[in-house]
T-cell receptor, first 116, second 117 residues
Framework: DSGVTQTPKHLITATGQRVTLRCSPR?????VYWYQQSLDQGLQFLIQ???????AKGNILERFSAQQFPDLHSELNLSSLELGDSALYFC???????????????FGEGSRLTVL | AQSVAQPEDQVNVAEGNPLTVKCTYS??????LFWYVQYPNRGLQFLLK??????LVKGSYGFEAEFNKSQTSFHLKKPSALVSDSASYFC???????????????FGTGTQLKVEL
């Protein structure tokens, strides 16, 4: 158990809909990362938050947004869903979030999104 | 941007034999390299990392990795494979984001390891 909690574990929805994925980082970790894993794209970095502020942005679509709340949990919002958004979405956390962070990331079990 | 490459989609080994999962890197500056393992329908688990120091890094579950600067490689090794080692293995490199001061791990495409009796 990594200590990172993600909900829901599985989600099935229709095209055009909106979903919210939730992540609680390990106790004491200030940084949260979101990744998307799919068969054709592999593991793609989406976005990083550190203590409530966005710190790094990757291949995140404009239809997707995220935030980190004062209690440090994070939510990833996916809207106007398309079939191609079906994937496993991972949250990870680490203690620090800056450029000198040499520590590993701790991953949750993921949220599997299926868009029909 | 930093990147890593895993040239093999799949590696098959017999239980008890040594295993190697290959990774090469492309970075500017000193690389911070990582190996993660993913079991089916699970999240990624940290195995080991190289930041600086000894070129041979020891990690979890008997795995080790050899950092080779001249060959820009960071291969994952284990002297004696177990059936329970069957999983997907991902090499990663830390990448800094100058705007915003953030960072991320950039992962390779993964190598599926199959250990057979």
């Amino acid at each position: 158990d990594s200590g990172v909690t993600q909900t829901p574990k599985h989600l099935i929805t229709a095209t055009g809909q909106r979903v919210t994925l939730r992540c609680s980082p390990r106790s004491g970790d200030l940084s949260v990362y979101w990744y998307q894993q799919s068969l054709d794209q592999g593991l793609q970095f989406l976005i990083q938050y550190y203590n409530g502020e966005e710190r790094a942005k990757g291949n995140i679509l404009e239809r997707f947004s995220a935030q980190q709340f004062p209690d440090l949990h994070s939510e990833l919002n996916l809207s106007s869903l398309e079939l191609g958004d079906s994937a496993l979405y991972f949250c990870a956390s680490s203690k620090s979030g800056g450029g000198l962070n040499t520590g590993e990331l701790f991953f949750g079990e993921g949220s599997r999104l299926t868009v029909l | 941007a930093q990147s890593v490459a895993q040239p093999e989609d799949q590696v098959n080994v017999a239980e008890g034999n040594p295993l190697t999962v290959k990774c090469t890197y492309s970075v500017s500056g000193n690389p911070y390299l990582f190996w993660y393992v993913q079991y089916p329908n699970r999240g990624l688990q940290f195995l080991l990392k190289y930041i600086t120091g000894d070129n041979l890094v020891k990690g979890s579950y008997g795995f080790e990795a050899e950092f080779n600067k001249s060959q820009t490689s960071f291969h994952l090794k284990k002297p004696s494979a177990l059936v329970s080692d069957s999983a997907s293995y991902f090499c990663a490199v830390r990448d800094y984001i100058l705007t915003g001061g953030g960072n991320k791990l950039t992962f390779g495409t993964g190598t599926q390891l199959k250990v057979e009796l």
